[in-house]
């Protein structure tokens, strides 16, 4: 049973950061590029940051870039996002995902196959 496990939201301060975690089990880890996505209330749920599977190959959306940092750990099955300069617009239910590395990064919600059930972020103004 596939099972992606995410950790580390809550309530900071706009500035402030916050690291995410996201732990995997039942599947082959390092086969996987890794992804994390966000959905606000109201909105459809968007790319945030990818990584394939060998930490090589990161992207991020534009609206991240230079504040968000995605790492991972193959030996810990453990996918991080590190999150800085937080604004409340950042405010959503963060979603880690597994899709099966194809050569390209995987970067759209239809690419991956495995969900974790989300960790809500709060930024408040």
């Known amino acids: 049973q596939v099972q992606l496990v995410e950790s580390g939201g809550g309530l900071v301060q706009t500035g402030g950061s916050l690291r995410l975690s996201c732990a995997a089990s039942?599947?082959?880890?390092?086969?996987?590029?890794m992804g994390w996505f966000r959905q606000a209330p109201g909105k459809e749920r968007e790319f945030v940051s990818s990584v394939s599977r060998r930490g090589v190959n990161l992207h991020y959306a534009d609206s991240v870039k230079g504040r968000f940092t995605i790492s991972r750990d193959n030996d810990k099955m453990t996918v991080y996002l590190q999150m800085n300069s937080l604004d409340p617009e950042d405010t959503a239910v963060y979603y880690c995902a597994a899709g099966l590395s194809v050569g390209r990064l995987l970067i759209r919600v239809p690419e991956y196959t495995y969900w974790g059930q989300g960790t809500q972020v709060t930024v408040s103004s």
């Open positions: 039942g599947i082959t880890f390092s086969y996987h590029d």
